[in-house]
Structures are given as C-alpha cells and as structure tokens.
C-alpha cells in the first residue's frame, strides 16, 4: 500500500508541483519508506513527525488516494514492534 501511494503522489506532485500538501504527504511518505525498510516499525519519535492522514482528510479527500492515505496512517499509528515476552 505504501509503494502505491508513494507512486500516486509522485504523479500528483509532477502534475501539481506547487501544491505543498501534496508535497508534504509525499516528503513523509518518502521518509516512512525509509523508515520500515526490512519491515522495521517507526518509532515513536518518528510516527510523531507524520501527519499524513490529517491532510488527506482535510484537503485531499477527492483524490482517488486519500483511503489509502487513510487506511496507512491508522496503521502506522498502531504498529507496534512485537512484544519481546510474546
């Protein structure tokens, strides 16, 4: 999900480049890839840095994306490292 959103928002970004919410959603999207490569889950210093569903959900409603937008921040916020007595 996240690859293909950060495909969508390249596109939007090309198509838009003066729209600094979409520029947003893409820098953290980009920074996000970074951060679970391998599967590692954000730390809490960094899920703090995001806001990515907040702006789907206040100025990008109508673009075919925002669900998905909706759908990985919930995610992300939940995500949660497995616990070590698990």
Known sequence: MLDAARVELAAMVAAEPGDGAIA??????ESLHGWTRGGRCPAQHEKDQLNFGMIASRVLENYPVA???YELASFVMFWQEPSATG
């Not at 947003?24 to 999207?29: E, H, N, P, T, Y």
């Open 24 to 29: 947003s959603v893409q820098r953290q999207l």
């Open 67 to 69: 669900d998905a937008l």
